[in-house]
């Protein structure tokens, strides 16, 4: 199993750039949501081709952008510190980073290896942040979108949420973000 996961997740250098052409950013204020009050050096994990490095960058922050497929490390914006590797084997130095941000790749982790690794390189008081971009084909102005090309009949279901999110009881996430 592990061995297909691996070849799958490296499949996507052959297409980096179509990659980088389909898939959006990520809103300012999730990525804000993510980080805490001190960050001033932060790493995107599993950076792809830099979109969320790219947002990263416009909030002023030093990142560390570190994705395993040349092909995707290419198109990281050269303002990165730009390093191959991987979630479960990551190239820096301990408590390195104030946060961790995930976009998109959380899936392909090893996660128990990844997570012991996030922690390394995590300085006290330092966040984690997983990020996925989905389309909300019930809002209307997504209904251009050539996946809304099927009517529905009744609202899509969603999914229970993994954690709590923004305004949640218990949350540290202000609830206009």
């Not at 792809?48 to 490095?53: A, R, V």
């Not at 390394?120 to 008081?125: D, E, G, N, W």
Request: with cysteine; net charge negative; hydrophobic share 40%.
């Amino acid at each position: 199993m592990e061995d297909a996961r691996v070849r799958r997740a490296g499949s996507f250098g052959a297409g980096a750039a179509a990659y980088e052409r389909g898939r959006p950013g990520y809103p300012v204020e999730a990525l804000r949501a993510c980080l805490p009050e001190h960050a001033r050096r932060v790493l995107d994990l599993g950076a792809g081709t830099g979109k969320l490095t790219r947002g990263l960058l416009d909030l002023g922050l030093d990142v560390a952008a570190v994705e395993p497929l040349e092909e995707m490390r290419a198109l990281i914006p050269s303002a990165a510190q730009t390093l191959a590797g991987s979630a479960e084997a990551l190239p820096l130095p301990d408590a390195c980073v104030d946060a961790v941000l995930v976009g998109q790749a959380f899936h392909w982790f090893d996660h128990d290896r990844a997570l012991a690794e996030i922690a390394r390189v995590l300085s006290p008081a330092g966040t984690v942040g997983l990020l996925w971009n989905l389309l909300d084909d019930a809002v209307p102005w997504s209904l251009p979108w050539p996946t809304r090309s099927v009517p529905r009949t009744e609202p899509a279901s969603r999914p229970a949420p993994h954690r709590r999110g923004p305004g949640s009881a218990g949350s540290q996430i202000p609830s206009d973000c």
